[in-house]
């Protein structure tokens, strides 16, 4: 059979054996059954690679060796062990499933030995397939090297693999068809006044203070009244913990006036108890809902009476429950359509789907996140005190941090121009 080098090598069916077949580069491959899930994935892995490599007429033998799968499960059982703090597992191991489960849906069975640069390409080729972000794409080639890495380290596999992955770069803008992420911007002032009114009381109590404060989403929903020192006319907030203490490093945010007036009733209760509780919250959502009560106590379910009983919550918000609750109040202060607001338990799949991007686009363009809120905090502190000023209130080593997160002041450039040019 004569090499192809302009159409891609077919998915067969070998009569003999009944199995899948594709012949690359020379060599023949059996995928598995023919007609199987499995065997398809198989195929798909094969011409990703011979694509990536620029359609090659030579085929690579391959060599016996721990298989990827084994690495990767074994590096899943360190995560787990490694990344935590204070007894609990950071979310540091979740942010490598999905580029773990697309390794393992086409390298699985294949010899570590043999998952080089090529192999790094195909993935990165799938990734970019499947909607990734350019940005969202080399994130996941650095986790992919990482485990690579700790494997040589735990000595088994070679180092020259590890070599063979460093060779690969990431994608670079404007050189690849993958999207470029939208970057973060700060959410302005008009936008999270029109927010406020229809957040619960205690996220509202929550963003004002953290709007003021420039503290991370985390740092806000760790609040505890022992963290908190209050000797001096500006309080000092040291977060139990926060997102760089594994490095050493102290995080210490200043509370002033305002924030303090916002902040002072949560601090009555246990010292360790956390200032923002969920449970606090719905039980002041339901007495509000009592007492707007249209139908008789004779009638209906009475206070603690319903056969479901009352939905408890954690004892403190996470990252995710207060963006959600935020994207809630925006979808109720903005108008999210309501034919996005139904339910799609009554649908067909490609009517989910449909449903499901179409909510995800309009929640991109009508929503904000608690980060936005410390990038507006960033921006305003780097117009009125500086770059230095920004970056000791956001707690970062370095300013060329800050400089992602305070977005530059142009007044002060306009002003240059008016006058000089």
């Not at 995560?79 to 086409?106: C, D, M």
């Not at 994130?139 to 060779?167: C, H, M, Y």
């Not at 929503?367 to 707690?395: D, M, Y």
């Not at 970062?396 to 008016?418: M, N, P």
């Amino acid at each position: 059979m004569p090499n192809l080098t302009r159409k891609v090598p077919q998915y067969r069916k070998h009569r003999a054996t009944g199995q899948a077949i594709v012949t690359i580069a020379s060599r023949d491959h059996y995928l598995g059954p023919y007609g199987t899930k499995a065997s398809k994935i198989e195929y798909d892995k094969l011409i990703c690679e011979w694509l990536a490599a620029g359609r090659p007429v030579f085929a690579v033998p391959a060599r016996d060796a721990i298989s990827v799968k084994t690495i990767l499960a074994k590096w899943w059982i360190h995560a787990q062990k490694f990344y935590r703090k204070h007894g609990r597992a950071t979310g540091t191991a979740e942010n490598f499933k999905p580029v773990i489960a697309l390794v393992r849906s086409l390298y699985a069975n294949t010899p570590a030995t043999d998952f080089g640069p090529l192999a790094l390409k195909a993935l990165m080729v799938k990734m970019v397939d499947q909607g990734q972000s350019r940005r969202y794409v080399n994130d996941n080639v650095s986790r992919i090297k990482q485990i690579f890495r700790w494997a040589v380290s735990e000595q088994l596999i070679s180092p020259i693999v590890v070599q063979g992955l460093e060779t690969v770069t990431g994608l670079a803008k404007g050189r690849t068809e993958a999207r470029e992420h939208d970057p973060v911007l700060p959410v302005s002032e008009a936008v999270v006044d029109a927010t406020l009114p229809y957040l619960p009381t205690t996220v509202a109590d929550m963003v004002r203070i953290q709007r003021l404060t420039g503290a991370r989403p985390g740092e806000v929903c760790g609040m505890r009244p022992i963290d908190i020192d209050r000797s001096g006319s500006v309080w000092r907030y040291v977060p139990q913990e926060h997102k760089t203490e594994h490095h050493g490093r102290k995080r210490t945010i200043f509370i002033g006036p305002k924030a303090q007036a916002i902040l002072r009733p949560y601090l009555l209760r246990d010292a360790e108890s956390y200032c923002f509780d969920p449970n606090e919250s719905e039980r002041r959502r339901r007495d509000v809902a009592h007492a707007n009560r249209k139908t008789p106590l004779s009638c209906g379910n009475r206070p603690g009476t319903n056969c479901r009983g009352i939905r408890t919550f954690r004892d403190r918000y996470t990252n995710d429950s207060y963006r959600r609750a935020i994207h809630r109040a925006c979808e109720a202060a903005f108008g999210m359509p309501d034919e996005l607001l139904v339910s799609l338990k009554d649908h067909s799949d490609e009517k989910r789907d449909e449903i499901t991007k179409a909510a995800a686009a309009w929640r991109a363009k009508n929503c904000w996140s608690p980060n936005q809120l410390r990038h507006a905090a960033a921006t305003e502190i780097r117009k009125q005190f500086g770059i230095e000023a920004a970056q000791v209130t956001l707690g970062h080593s370095r300013a060329d941090v800050t400089q992602i997160y305070a977005e530059r002041d142009h007044t002060l450039a306009a002003r240059v121009a008016a006058e000089v040019g």
